[in-house]
């Protein structure tokens, strides 16, 4: 099974080892920046991005109590690319590159260094002070939270659609054709939702980070999670239901 | 299940380029258009929250012109109103002149109409009255009548005998011819009568014509010359009417139409 449902090695230069979910990436980002730049250049597919990206742009504002101008792309690409790329693997003999571990990571190392670059932006070098707060003792542990945070993001992706196509596997091989397709858009709930919560976990952390440093009181500084007044209450809801 | 460093490394390179190529072919041109958008719909609200600040101005102003002609039309209406209240009054005035003008017309008019009215009958029972006791006088007392009016026409020649003279002499000297009309026939007696009253006014012996006329009713009537001296009963009526009358000429006239 391990040849079958992880990362394919295809082709090896030397010491660089390409993946199958790799080159499916790399398609998927060719696609995706092929399709943006053909739908701006006609006036109807353009309106439409202009009303998706308005209407995006919009509920990710609202979603934080900070600016999160700059995070917008970032999060529409997530978005974009993480949906694309769960929902390519219900194609037959195409693999789903988040169900590789080192694409899912990746994604969550782009996530985690985006938030701290926007936190740094917005409060210089003053942001690295939450790491000693309540007091300089917490380092590691604020450390540790916040690389398990993103250990935490790559392998919920990673878990939820290995797992979701592992199940539909394991049926179709015991009961037949048709029984996995209701697990099949059942997957494709899953990846809408898993998309989402990875883009909205991205803003959320990035937003906090600098919510944290900005006004909090010094007891909730060290929280991995948003303070229960801030926009970003569904965040422990989400994990659990991505959980 | 491992953790491949070269899909990693090449997955973040892949997926900046991504984002950075999405950012300029996507997201930058949407976000200026939006922003773009955004201004001009900022600007056209601007626009059109001048055009209405400068229509509320306008409002007040239109409201202020209302206000100021309201009490225009207050200020009209009561000038009106006291102009009318002094034509009324000017009306009511002329009006109450014109009635009692008119009253006194009216009364005037009723005044002569009663005078009228009364004179007419006063004539009428003067006119009555005298035909009535003409009748009885001459039904109940005819001799005593006859006798009364022929002893008032002989008094009459005498207290005529001036202006009988006066006549007579006027046609020439002759012989006087006079003329008695008796509504009867005269009798002797009351010719000759006549005849010596008439020699003795004029001094000679007339030659007195008799002849008989019922309109008299009564009575004699002498005419010698152009002068006449009435001593019948209808002449004395007459006469009685014509007193009675005087006081009244212009009833009599009306009551004669």
Do not use: C
Request: cysteine-free; proline content about 5%.
């Amino acid at each position: 099974m391990n040849g079958d449902y992880f990362a394919r090695d295809l082709l090896e230069l030397g010491p660089l080892t390409i993946t199958d979910t790799l080159v499916v990436s790399l398609a998927l980002s060719v696609l995706l920046a092929g399709l943006g730049a053909i739908a701006m250049r006609f006036p109807g597919p353009r309106e439409v991005l202009e009303v998706a990206y308005e209407t995006l742009e919009r509920s990710v504002r609202e979603m934080v109590a900070v600016d999160a101008g700059p995070l917008v792309p970032l999060v529409l690409t997530l978005w974009a690319f993480i949906l694309s790329a769960n929902l390519v693997g219900l194609l037959p003999l195409v693999s789903s590159p988040t169900r590789d571990l080192s694409i899912t990571t990746a994604l969550a190392l782009i996530s985690f260094f985006a938030g701290h670059v926007f936190a740094f932006r917005q409060q210089g070098w003053r942001y690295l002070k939450h790491y000693l707060k309540p007091n300089p003792l917490m380092l590691p542990f604020n450390i540790i939270g916040e690389l398990s945070r993103t250990l935490a993001l790559a392998l919920r992706l990673f878990g939820n659609i290995l797992s979701g196509e592992l199940i539909a596997a394991i049926l179709l091989y015991v009961a037949g054709l048709l029984l996995p397709v209701p697990l099949m858009l059942l997957s494709v709930l899953t990846a809408v939702v898993q998309a989402y919560i990875f883009g909205v976990l991205t803003l959320v952390f990035a937003a906090s980070s600098v919510h944290v440093v900005a006004g909090s009181p010094p007891g909730e500084d060290g929280g991995e999670e948003p303070p229960p007044s801030s926009p970003a209450n569904p965040t422990p809801t989400l994990e659990g239901t991505a959980s | 299940m491992n953790l491949e460093p070269t899909t990693l490394v090449f997955e973040l390179v892949n997926f900046l380029v991504l984002l950075w190529v999405l950012q300029r072919l996507v997201y930058r041109p949407l976000h200026q258009a939006i922003h773009a958008r955004r201004e001009e719909l900022a600007e056209e609200r601007a626009g059109l929250q001048a055009q209405r600040e400068a229509l509320e101005k306008e409002q007040t102003e239109l409201d202020e012109g209302l206000d100021r002609l309201d009490e225009l039309q207050a200020q009209v209406r009561r000038e009106a109103t006291e102009a009318a209240v002094k034509e009324r009054a000017r009306i009511l005035e002329g009006a109450r002149e014109d009635a009692a003008s008119e009253r006194a017309r009216v009364q005037a008019l009723l005044a002569s109409e009663r005078k009228a009215t009364e004179a007419w009958v006063r004539s009428v029972a003067v006119e009555r009255g005298t035909e009535v006791a003409g009748a009885l006088l001459k039904k109940l007392a005819p001799e005593a009548l006859d006798a009364a009016l022929e002893r008032g026409l002989v008094q009459a020649i005498d207290a005529h005998q001036e202006q009988l003279r006066h006549s007579w002499e006027r046609e020439g000297g002759e012989l006087p011819e006079a003329e008695l009309v008796g509504a009867t026939l005269p009798g002797d007696r009351a010719v000759k009568k006549v005849r010596e009253a008439l020699t003795g006014a004029v001094g000679a012996r007339p030659r007195l014509h008799v002849r008989e006329d019922d309109r008299l009713e009564a009575g004699l009537l002498l005419r010698l010359g152009d002068h006449v001296l009435d001593g019948s009963l209808a002449g004395q009526l007459e006469a009685f009417r014509a007193l009675a009358e005087e006081g009244a000429p212009e009833a009599k006239k009306q009551a004669d139409g």
